[in-house]
């Protein structure tokens, strides 16, 4: 069973940036649709970004442009540098895995696999 375990969350001032990591156990990310969520307090958890089989990755409207996913196969990893960050991108960050690729792939409901997440701080 496939497990993520995600890092590199913390506190930034706006404009700031962040790298975060997803470290995947038990199966090849290269294998899955790798996606980046976020749930910021009181709101639904939203999709971020989604990669699958090294393609272009799909990205949320809120992120494009700032944010930039990358995969490395040979660490089996994938990671989310974070730029240009708003107080708005505040949110506990969950790294996510699904196979195939699902159509909604900005959908929570999509991945059965998940990280326990990590916190993004961004402060005005």
């Known amino acids: 069973e496939m497990q993520l375990v995600e890092s590199g969350g913390g506190w930034v001032e706006v404009g700031g940036s962040l790298r975060l990591s997803c470290a995947a156990s038990?199966?090849?990310?290269?294998?899955?649709?790798m996606g980046w969520f976020r749930q910021a307090p009181g709101k639904e958890r939203e999709g971020v970004v989604v990669i699958y089989l090294g393609g272009s990755p799909y990205y949320a409207d809120s992120v494009k442009g700032r944010f930039t996913i990358s995969q490395d196969n040979a660490e089996n990893t994938v990671s989310l540098q974070m730029n240009s960050l708003k107080p708005e991108d505040t949110a506990m960050y969950y790294c996510?895995?699904?196979?195939?690729?699902?159509?909604?792939?900005?959908?929570?409901?999509?991945?059965?696999?998940w990280g326990q997440g990590t916190q993004v701080t961004v402060s005005s």
């Open positions: 038990g199966g090849a990310v290269s294998d899955y649709a």
């Open positions: 996510a895995a699904a196979a195939p690729c699902p159509v909604d792939w900005y959908s929570p409901r999509a991945y059965n696999t």
